[in-house]
């Protein structure tokens, strides 16, 4: 994720949603560290914040994010697939307001969360992309996301921020387009 982050530019033309599995009683070091790696800003999500073009939102520890149309909200309802934050919660919220708009991104994970989500979003319209699980640290994130979205495109991680700049550029008209 660092990597990738980190090879946007500032002034990165729509926001980003981080939804990454970590314990409940996770402290703030993964904010600070992606502070580090990347020019944009980044936040830990508040239930409500703006949803914010050049800004990467991270979804806090133990609870989901629900993408609402210019904001972001934040639920405590059960685990999916024992996680919360879960991906797909957040993918499916994102696909469901911004339809079209909507890229999700797979990145290295060890449980198939996400999957469903990715499905859905390209269902509506929007864009799938999947580290190939050739470059993943671990790849079963990646392998369940390609089996449930055949369609989306798998890339290297070192070719997954151009590709997203391109789609940014694509879509610069689309003010309301949204990477998760």
Same mark, same amino acid.
């Given at each position: 994720m660092m990597k990738l982050l980190g090879a946007l530019p500032e002034g990165f033309p729509i926001?980003?949603?981080?939804?990454?599995?970590?314990?409940?009683?996770?402290?703030?070091l993964l904010v600070q560290l992606l502070k580090d790696a990347t020019p944009l800003n980044v936040s830990e999500v508040e239930d409500k914040d703006?949803?914010?073009a050049g800004m990467v939102h991270i979804a806090p520890a133990n609870y989901h994010v629900l993408?609402?149309?210019g904001h972001l +909200?934040? %639920?405590?309802?059960e685990p999916v697939r024992f996680s919360r934050p879960s991906i797909d919660v957040m993918f499916t919220s994102a696909?469901?307001?911004?339809? +079209?708009? %909507?890229?999700?991104i797979i990145l290295t994970g060890a449980n198939e969360d996400g999957a469903s989500g990715l499905a859905h979003i390209v269902k509506r319209g929007g864009r799938?992309?999947?580290q190939d699980p050739k470059t993943a640290e671990i790849p079963i994130m990646?392998?369940?996301a390609i089996q449930a979205v055949p369609s989306a495109e798998v890339l290297?991680?070192?070719k997954l921020a151009s590709r997203l700049l391109e789609l940014s550029g694509e879509n610069a008209k689309l003010a309301g387009r949204t990477a998760v």
């Open positions: 926001p980003i949603v981080v939804v990454q599995h970590r314990s409940k009683d996770s402290d703030k703006a949803l914010l993408i609402e149309a +909200s934040l %639920t405590t309802e696909a469901d307001v911004y339809r +079209s708009e %909507t890229i999700g799938g992309l999947i990646p392998i369940a290297p991680l070192t």
